[in-house]
């Protein structure tokens, strides 16, 4: 496996070497080239290691390397962060979490029209911070989404009265809720942005610190929901968060009815022109 590995490590920096230009690489063209692409010695000079080490590495040998002289390598190849941790797993280090690239619109609208497709069942997206970034109409009808509130998943759970007074076992899944959030900190420690939203929520919430102090971790996954709702009572969900690994800076939340209560009944009726009559109350029932 590992002669695979290093076999496949100089196929891939030989085709990523072969494709960028002296000029994008801010070198002179030097005329006319034997081969596309920057020489060995070019990358070895502008990653700052040596021209030996550099064609080692290239030939697929069983040296050291380090994170540091990795990411001078994917710099100067002009890897994308998908390109760079595969870098990193076919030299043999644990590879760095994958980042988002520039914001493709196209991707936002397909996830959009994704979350629009599950009716009419709830669903929504949201950012690696829990930030609400779309919903469809479902998760605005069941779960009492809307403008005008804190667009956090965090910090609604534990400030919106509507949610709260609809959750069964709102107590239970507030423990593996933080647990979740918790472990979704735990990938990025120094992350300000996770920073200040855990020092919103201690000042929004005591129950959420009494919570984050416990320290419990959970990975983010299922979690099944028991709703009171308004007008049709008793709902039954399972929750799954859903990853994209072009765009690992969203995750999709899908609410998936249970066989339990009636609840698919229930929920495709509220879809109807005439459940959504029935619905039109003040929201804060």
Same mark, same amino acid.
């Given at each position: ?8 490590? !100089?196929? /891939? &920096?030989? +085709?990523?070497? #072969?494709?960028?230009?002296? =000029?994008? #690489? ?14 060995? $010695?070019?990358? =070895?000079? &502008?990653?700052?290691?040596?021209? +030996?080490?550099?064609?080692?590495? %290239? ?20 890897? +994308?962060? @998908? ?7 076919? =030299?043999? &280090? ?11 619109? +196209? ?30 109409? @479902?998760? #605005? ?15 609604? /759970? ?5 949610? !709260? ?5 709102? %107590? ?19 992350? $300000? ?7 919103? #929520? ?12 416990? !320290? ?10 028991? &709703? ?8 039954? /969900? ?7 690994? @072009? ?13 339990? =209560? ?11 022109? $005439? ?11």
């Amino acid at each position: 496996m590992k002669t695979h590995r290093l076999a496949e490590l !100089r196929e /891939f &920096l030989m +085709s990523r070497r #072969a494709r960028v230009t002296p =000029a994008e #690489a801010g070198l002179p063209d030097g005329g006319r080239r034997r081969t596309p692409g920057l020489r060995r $010695e070019e990358v =070895a000079v &502008l990653a700052g290691v040596g021209a +030996s080490w550099y064609q080692w590495l %290239e030939q697929g040998r069983d040296i050291s390397v380090s994170p540091q002289v990795l990411d001078s390598v994917a710099r100067v190849l002009r890897m +994308s962060s @998908a390109e760079r941790r595969h870098l990193y797993v076919l =030299a043999g &280090l644990n590879p760095p979490a994958l980042q988002a690239e520039v914001p493709d619109g +196209s991707m936002c609208e397909g996830l959009k029209r994704l979350i629009d497709a599950w009716m009419p069942y709830p669903a929504h997206i949201m950012d690696q911070y829990w930030n609400c970034v779309a919903y469809n109409d @479902a998760a #605005a009808a069941i779960l009492g989404m809307r403008p005008g509130i804190r667009q956090n998943c965090l910090i609604s /759970f534990f400030t919106d009265e509507v949610y !709260r007074s609809r959750a069964t076992h709102w %107590e239970a899944n507030a423990e593996i809720l933080v647990a979740q959030f918790r472990s979704a900190c735990s990938e990025a420690p120094d992350d $300000e942005g996770f920073q200040a939203l855990v020092e919103e #929520a201690k000042e929004a919430s005591d129950e959420f610190t009494a919570l984050w102090e416990r !320290r419990d971790i959970s990975p983010g996954g299922l979690m099944n929901k028991q &709703l009171d709702h308004p007008v049709v009572g008793t709902l039954h /969900f399972e929750s799954t968060q859903l990853r994209v690994p @072009a765009r690992p800076d969203l995750a999709i939340v899908l609410h998936t009815p249970l066989q339990v =209560a009636d609840t698919v009944r229930k929920v495709e009726w509220l879809a109807t022109p $005439e459940g959504r009559r029935g619905s039109m109350y003040p929201v804060a029932g």
